[in-house]
């Protein structure tokens, strides 16, 4: 099993550039969501999705957009790169809402210079 | 945003040593989870728990459900090097959203 599959592993964008993080998770899992890890912070809540066509804010929204138009996939979008959003990038799925615990990917690492 | 306090923030082991080590918050959680996460990965859960009071166990690793709900405790017993990396704690609360909130993580380290 694949399970959560983040691409890419890492990208380096300039001030202002927009690009897109992939996720896709093969486990029919409803709940999905994007989290960011920077040094001594922990991981925070960028958006989540209930299902598809549905998702919602989380901690950090800003500077960034999510769709969901399938169970599978739930891309996420940076509008126009800013410094600050140099972090590693973490997909989750869970088949419950985290219940069970989320399946992580392994994470794209996302320099902005 | 709402926040677990994770403790300590970092620890070195000598192989064989047990690990303690926990995390609070000041609301109540209906759920923990444990989780590791080794460099260049993503965490991968070690152990979740549902119940006040709750003890769990996954091989040499134990966690704990506080009876306030407020915290939990994850010990590792006779720690072998492989246990390295980064420990994090996770509280959900209850409700249509229950997103996870992590902890800021542990870190352990091999004593030098």
């Known amino acids: 099993n694949a399970g959560v599959t983040q691409t890419p592993k890492f990208q380096v964008l300039k001030t202002g550039q927009s690009m897109t993080l992939q996720c896709a998770q093969d486990?029919?899992?409803?709940?999905m969501s994007w989290y960011r890890q920077d040094p001594g912070m922990g991981l925070r809540l960028i958006h989540y999705?209930?299902?598809?066509?549905?998702?919602d804010q989380g901690e950090v929204p800003n500077g960034y957009n999510v769709s969901r138009s399938t169970t599978e996939d739930f891309p996420l979008r940076l509008l126009s790169a800013a410094p600050s959003q140099t972090s590693v990038y973490f997909c989750?799925?869970?088949?419950?809402?985290?219940?069970?615990?989320?399946?992580f990917g392994q994470g794209t690492r996302l320099t902005v210079v | 945003g709402q926040q677990l306090n994770q403790s300590p923030q970092s620890m070195f082991i000598q192989e064989g040593e047990d690990v303690s080590m926990n995390c609070t918050s000041s609301?109540?959680?209906?759920?923990w989870l444990w989780y590791k996460q080794d460099p260049g990965e993503g965490p991968v859960l070690l152990i979740a728990?549902?119940?006040?009071?709750e003890l769990t166990s996954n091989g040499r690793l134990t966690a704990q459900f506080g009876i306030t709900r407020k915290d939990s405790f994850l010990n590792i017993s006779a720690s072998i090097p492989s246990d390295v990396g980064i420990y994090f704690c996770?509280?959900?609360?209850?409700?249509?959203?229950?997103?996870?909130?992590f902890g800021k993580g542990t870190k352990l380290s091999v004593k030098p």
């Open positions: 999705s209930v299902g598809a066509g549905i998702t």
């Open positions: 996770a509280g959900r609360k209850g409700g249509s959203q229950g997103n996870l909130i």
């Open positions: 728990l549902y119940k006040a009071g």
């Open positions: 486990m029919n899992h409803e709940y």
């Open positions: 609301s109540i959680f209906n759920t």
């Open positions: 989750a799925s869970t088949r419950d809402r985290g219940f069970s615990g989320a399946f």
